[in-house]
C-alpha cells in the first residue's frame, strides 16, 4: 500500500460568497475558553465540499495582534484528534499566532477533520476550521485538504503522522492568514514604537544596515601612533648606556 501524500491542496469550489468576515449564528461549545456557547445550529460541514473562503494572509501584519484559543478538534477516530491538536497548536505559534490556554482571548477556533475517497486511487484529508468572535458569533469558516495517494476500506487507516503534521501546518497557515485580517492585529500593527525605541536606534551611530541579512558595524579609527621616548643623554652628545 502506498502511504505517500501529496500536500498539495484541492479545493473545491462551492457557490456563494467567498470572501470577507461571514457573521453566523453559530456556536461551539468552547472548552472552557470563553464560556459554553450553542453548537446544535452548527453541524459539521459535509467532508466533500471543503469551504472557498479563505483570505488572504496581510504581508505586513503580524497575526500576534490577536489572542487565538483553541476550543475543539473534531471528527477523527481515537486519539487523532488529540494528536492533531497538539500539531496544529505548535505550528499555530510557530506561525506567531497568539494562542492561549485559558482567559478570555479576542477568538476561538473549533476544527473540523475529515476522511474520504478521492478519486479512482487518492484519499483526501480534510479540515475546516470556524473562528468564532468574542461574541461567540462565527467570524470566519475556512478549510483545504490535504491528498494521499492510495484508498482502503478505513480512509483514517491511510493517515500517518506525516500526513497529520501536513494537515496541521496547512490550517494553522489559514489561522494565521485570519488573524492578520483581525480588528486587533491591525491595531497592534499600527500602535507606535515603545517610548525611547527610535532614540536608543539612532544614538547607536551605526550605518545603516543592507538588506541581504548582514551585520554592519561602524569601524573605528585607530589611535595614532606615539613615537617612543629618547634615551637619556649623558651631556656629551653620547647615549648614556644602560
Not at 502506498?2 to 453566523?24: K, Q, Y
Not at 478538534?73 to 487523532?80: D, E, F, K, N
Request: glycine letters at 10%; hydrophobic letters at 45%.
Amino acid at each position: 500500500m502506498d502511504r505517500s501524500f501529496d500536500a498539495r491542496a484541492s479545493v473545491r469550489r462551492p457557490a456563494g460568497p467567498t470572501h470577507g468576515w461571514l457573521i453566523g449564528a453559530a456556536l461551539a461549545c468552547g472548552l472552557g475558553l470563553g464560556g459554553c456557547v450553542e453548537d446544535s445550529a452548527q453541524a459539521p460541514p459535509p467532508p466533500a465540499a471543503p469551504p472557498a473562503d479563505n483570505i488572504a494572509r496581510r504581508p505586513d501584519v503580524s497575526p500576534a495582534g490577536a489572542t487565538v484559543g483553541i476550543a475543539s478538534i473534531g471528527g477523527a477516530p481515537g486519539s487523532l484528534d488529540d494528536k492533531f491538536q497538539a500539531m496544529f497548536t505548535a505550528a499555530a505559534k510557530r506561525g506567531d499566532v497568539s494562542v492561549v490556554d485559558g482567559g478570555d482571548p479576542n477568538y476561538l477556533v473549533r476544527g473540523y477533520l475529515s476522511a474520504y475517497p478521492e478519486g479512482d486511487n487518492a484519499t483526501a484529508v480534510s479540515y475546516v476550521l470556524d473562528v468564532f468572535d468574542a461574541k461567540k458569533q462565527r467570524a470566519q469558516r475556512v478549510g483545504d485538504e490535504v491528498i494521499i495517494r492510495g484508498q482502503a476500506p478505513d480512509p483514517w487507516s491511510l493517515v500517518s503522522d506525516d500526513v497529520l503534521a501536513a494537515v496541521a501546518a496547512k490550517s494553522a497557515a489559514n489561522l494565521a492568514a485570519v488573524m492578520t485580517n483581525t480588528p486587533e492585529a491591525i491595531a497592534a500593527n499600527a500602535a507606535p514604537a515603545a517610548p525611547g525605541a527610535a532614540a536608543a536606534q539612532v544614538a547607536t551611530n551605526a550605518s545603516p544596515q543592507p538588506e541581504d541579512g548582514r551585520t554592519v558595524v561602524t569601524a573605528t579609527a585607530p589611535a595614532p601612533a606615539v613615537a617612543p621616548a629618547s634615551p637619556p643623554s649623558n651631556g656629551y652628545g653620547v647615549t648614556a648606556q644602560r
